[in-house]
């Protein structure tokens, strides 16, 4: 779910430079391989075979990560490949940027055909792999690294490092420069996946070049199948947690259907929640439990025997508030959800400084949409203004200011459900 | 597992005495330049060990094993399992038979798998990393590996569990082939890499792919879990609130996939419809209590109210989009053939299919379970009634499914653990008249 910025006017300056940049370098290899021709054909077309099949069994990922792990390896490995089956190879940066480019585009075709976005995806592509072997190929051509032994399976792991830095600063600079959203979360959230898959892509392109100096391009198919074997349980996992979300997203609706809260209401809060969640800095696992929390905060009310009067909850005396979350609590704990979840149900209602950030986020969101709803045009504003009156005791200041800012970036509207 | 039987205690003993036989001739053979490689590679594998353990992994870290067992002579590779096997923890008691029993197993197991290679020449081909040919006795290893391994489980738990043998030892080898073949060719990356210039810095990066493969594999085997969970939540919370028998929704489920696979559907499509049968009542979340456990008769108006629960319901899992078509059957679950049906009054085939099976499933474990407003029937008293209703309530086709499924495997509906231990107290409740007539 995320907010759509209302202006959309002429794209930022930092996505104009990545996509220039990547287009200026793809065009010069391409024009400079046309103008030379192909070193090691058999080898271009291993790898080139390799990428391809990577980015055909790619998927768009719901949190944009890292989709095509045997793409990513085996254009990596082009790019740092020295040696095949003993025999040094003589490919340089131009021949390894239109190889992959090449590759990259072919396995793209579905997913363009698809209508699906891709200009991002190469352009990070051809950045990081022309990144790394512009940090290899032209030394290790220069006979440079002739005899180093195991400092040579030293030097590849750290100019994978390296690249797989510039991937993250790449990847969180085109998702702030798209969302808007502040740049150091996204960074952090960038290292963390890099630290997961990213290192797992890292060592398979540094162990695959290694493995084709050795025996030669019989390392490439034994060597693909363990990180095709992970790339499909990646698969699984990207979509039961999709499922899992509906699920849950279904499961907040049953207040709804009941008539205890409005329609849209806990979905509502659970996008401005995530939205506040990112600009305070939270990760992208706290605000997993965030918005799962946020989703089923009034779930303790199906328990009740009348309604709340407009599911309007923020109006309750404390000790009611205080009994329907925990209420809710015990039911979320039943769902099987993360415990963390239930924990933030639960205190919901607790006086703030003893909540965790995310029931803050969570109560602070609620009190806001409840008193803005139904209060017209000039209803936000008056909504923020009780909330920042009421900031000494029950909402954190920190949160009904994130929340102004939310808010004033989205020129005072709901967030739109992506 | 408190009283280990006697004689699964002297076969472990046979085992371990095996395991020593194995390593007897690093005593007087030893090659000092392979001592640090084994020690290298023990650490490893005690660490490997140590954190699949802690973060509930699953699988082992057999690649560390098979890649002594392509590198080191016999003896030796079998030396590289001891420390880890006996440092991991084990599940269960008694602890220290178990971890004997799994550093013998594996010692014998990497002893038989290095023996193999060796006798196959493939200590050379992997000095000269000659591939293709170093596939063969890698291959050999891998099998024989897996082999002694599963033959060796197969035999602890004939004795200790009665489990019986042979069907249970087919059952081992064949589910754990394929992942040990892919931690062999990961082994067989490292010990080609090991041996060459590069050293065993290069080897030990194999693993860090290897390592992340689990880390998703036991992600994706935990949210599948709680996805499930979530479910399961749902669906009983739909039948406390609604008072009937508990499990009268999972019951449907069953009823469901058995006419699916007596339909010959596909395999996905059986399972979206039990998962129809599951959720075909989750609207009644909406509907309220009062209104459900009502004793006496509904006024036209409370029926109204109650026949609005399939809209409640798809109004609920239309957004789950791994439900597919289970989603029409939650919404048209009360429509009849003849066109008398709620909520829209749909006839013949404009019934979609899935709707018309979990119908005959509803409509059929109504009547054979017991409810505060009517006794159970007997299950073939129940077919006839279904077949009576066919043509004008029921789809003939879906019946005759049923009956036959009926007739062929019986009908022993499952009550899980949970619903058994914890039998409710049900509350008086007057059903839903209409609802399942």
């Known amino acids: 779910m995320s907010a759509a910025p209302c202006t959309t006017g002429t794209p930022p300056l930092l996505l104009t430079v990545v996509h220039t940049s990547a287009a200026l370098l793809a065009a010069g290899s391409l024009l400079g391989t046309l103008w030379h021709g192909l070193d090691e054909r058999g080898i271009a077309l291993a790898f080139g075979v390799l990428v391809t099949v990577g980015e055909l069994t790619r998927w768009t990922g719901a949190e944009g990560r890292e989709a095509a792990p045997l793409g990513a390896a085996a254009a990596l490995s082009y790019a740092l490949l020295g040696e095949d089956g003993g025999h040094p190879t003589h490919h340089g940066v131009l021949q390894v940027g239109a190889v992959v480019l090449a590759a990259s585009l072919l396995g793209s075709v579905p997913h363009i055909a698809r209508g699906r976005p891709v200009l991002d995806h190469l352009a990070r592509r051809v950045l990081t792999v022309g990144f790394a072997a512009v940090c290899f190929q032209p030394l290790y051509n220069q006979g440079t690294f002739q005899g180093w032994g195991p400092g040579y399976a030293l030097l590849l792991l750290a100019v994978l490092v390296l690249t797989a830095l510039c991937d993250a600063l790449l990847a969180a600079a085109l998702a702030h420069s798209r969302t808007r959203w502040p740049f150091g979360p996204l960074l952090r959230d960038e290292l963390r996946a890099t630290l997961g898959i990213g290192s797992a892509v890292c060592a398979t392109g540094a162990v695959m070049a290694l493995a084709v100096a050795v025996v030669g391009l019989w390392a490439l198919p034994l060597f693909s199948l363990p990180l095709l074997l992970t790339q499909m349980s990646l698969r699984r996992y990207a979509a039961v947690r999709t499922t899992y979300r509906q699920t849950i997203a279904s499961l907040a609706r049953a207040t709804e259907i009941a008539g205890y809260t409005p329609a849209g209401h806990a979905r509502r809060v659970a996008a401005l929640s995530r939205e506040v969640g990112r600009d305070l800095g939270l990760s992208e696992a706290e605000l997993t439990v965030l918005e799962y929390a946020a989703l089923m905060h009034d779930i303790g009310q199906l328990s009740l025997v009348d309604p709340v009067p407009a599911g309007a909850t923020a109006e309750l005396p404390v000790e009611e508030q205080r009994r329907i979350a925990l209420l809710g609590g015990a039911v979320v704990r039943q769902t099987g959800v993360p415990p963390q979840v239930a924990m933030v149900v639960e205190r919901l209602a607790d006086p703030c400084p003893e909540q965790p950030v995310a029931a803050r986020i969570v109560r602070a969101v609620n009190a806001y949409e409840e008193k803005a709803r139904d209060a017209g045009p000039g209803g936000p504003l008056k909504a923020l203004e009780e909330l920042r009156l009421g900031t000494a005791g029950d909402y954190a200041p920190e949160v009904v200011g994130s929340l102004a800012r939310v808010l004033s970036r989205d020129c005072l509207t709901w967030p739109v459900a992506g | ?437």
């Not at chain 2, 030893?30 to 490893?44: D, H, I, K, N, R």
């Not at chain 2, 010990?191 to 994706?220: I, N, T």
């Not at chain 2, 791994?322 to 008398?340: I, M, Q, Y």
């Not at chain 2, 066919?390 to 086709?397: C, K, M, N, T």
Request: proline share 6%; aromatic share 8%.
């Open chain 2, 1 to 437: 597992m408190e009283a280990t039987p006697a004689r699964a205690r002297v076969y472990v003993a046979c085992v371990a005495l095996c395991a020593l036989a194995c390593l007897l001739p690093l005593l007087a053979t030893a090659t000092p330049t392979s001592w640090w490689a084994v020690a290298l590679l023990a650490a490893l594998y005690a660490a490997g060990e140590q954190i699949a353990a802690r973060r509930r992994f699953v699988g082992t870290f057999y690649p560390v094993l098979l890649a002594g067992a392509f590198l080191l002579s016999p003896p030796a590779a079998a030396l590289v399992a001891v420390p880890g096997a006996l440092i991991a923890p084990v599940g269960g008691r008694p602890r220290l038979l178990r971890r004997v029993w799994r550093a013998s197993q594996l010692v014998v197991a990497v002893w038989a798998a290095a023996r193999v290679h060796g006798a196959l020449g493939g200590r050379d081909t992997v000095v000269a990393s000659d591939f293709p040919y170093a596939l063969a006795p890698a291959g050999a290893a891998v099998l024989t590996f897996c082999l002694v391994l599963t033959a060796l489980d197969g035999g602890i738990l004939k004795l200790s569990e009665r489990v019986p043998g042979r069907r249970a030892w087919r059952g081992l080898f064949l589910r754990s082939l394929a992942p040990i073949a892919v931690h062999g060719l990961a082994g067989l990356m490292m010990a080609v890499l090991w041996r060459s210039p590069y050293g065993s810095v290069a080897a030990l990066l194999v693993l860090l792919p290897m390592c992340v493969s689990w880390w998703v594999f036991a992600q994706y085997h935990r949210e599948r879990a709680a996805h499930q969970a979530t479910i399961r939540a749902l669906v009983q919370a739909v039948d406390i609130k609604d008072g009937y028998t508990r499990g009268h929704s999972e019951r449907v489920g069953q009823a469901s996939m058995m006419i699916a696979r007596e339909l010959g559907l596909a395999d996905e499509r059986v399972e979206v419809l039990r998962f129809a049968g599951i959720l075909h009542d989750v609207g009644k979340l909406g509907v309220p209590t009062r209104l459900l456990r009502k004793n006496g008769p509904l006024t036209p108006e409370e029926r109204q109210v109650i026949e609005l629960h399939p809209e409640y319901g798809h109004e609920m899992v239309r957004g789950i989009s791994f439900l597919g078509e289970a989603r029409a059957a939650v919404l048209h679950h009360h429509e009849r053939l003849d066109g008398t049906g709620y909520p829209y009054g749909l006839m013949g085939g404009q019934i979609p299919e899935s709707a018309r099976v979990v119908a005959v499933a509803d409509a059929f474990d109504a009547m054979t379970s017991t409810r505060s407003y009517s006794r159970a029937r007997p299950v073939s008293v129940a077919l006839r009634e279904l077949e009576k209703c066919a043509g004008s309530q029921f789809d003939p086709r879906m019946v005759t499914a049923l009956a036959r499924a009926v007739d062929r495997y019986g009908w022993h509906p499952a009550v899980t653990a949970d619903e058994a231990c914890t039998a409710p107290a049900r509350p008086p409740a007057a059903g839903v008249p209409g609802a399942h007539r």
